[in-house]
């Protein structure tokens, strides 16, 4: 059946990283039963960053609701850099290691993110690259 899931209506997953960053999952196996989707509402703080990660079982998309992110893609040894904005759209397939910083020392920027064909944060392996901060 469908449903409607109201933004205010989701909890954060504190296991996301840094405790500044916060994501809720508001399409997945546990809010909805969703066996193929996980789509997360993700705020980050100005000047925040995520650690670095990679999905071991799925693609990952995200949009860019609000603010500026620096997103960081492949190994460390080679990185590479990109700037998106309000509106883009960013696809991350299986496997590349990933990471995004909020570019702004004032504003928080938000963003949706969706893991196709895995039904939750652990169906799709989150493997972080780097130890957690806070």
């Known amino acids: 059946m469908a449903k ?3 933004r205010e209506s989701l909890v954060p ?3 996301y990283g840094p405790k500044n960053l916060r994501a809720a999952y508001g399409i997945d196996r546990h809010t909805v039963g969703s066996q193929k989707m996980t789509m997360q509402y993700s705020v980050i703080p100005p000047g925040a960053r995520n650690q670095r990660h990679y999905h071991v079982a799925c693609d990952a998309g995200m949009y860019i609701l609000q603010g500026r992110l ?3 893609f492949g190994p460390s040894h080679e990185p590479q850099e990109a700037v998106a904005e309000v509106g883009d759209f960013v696809f ?3 496997g590349e290691i990933h990471g995004l910083e909020n570019l ?3 504003e928080r920027a938000e963003l949706i ?3 196709g064909g895995a039904g ?3 169906e799709a392996q989150v493997i972080f690259m780097e130890p957690s901060w806070d």
């Open 13 to 15: 997953d504190m296991r």
């Open 92 to 94: 991350i397939p299986q």
């Open 70 to 72: 620096r997103l960081l």
């Open 104 to 106: 702004s020392a004032v």
């Open 4 to 6: 409607i899931i109201k």
């Open 120 to 122: 939750s944060k652990e």
């Open 113 to 115: 993110a969706c893991y």
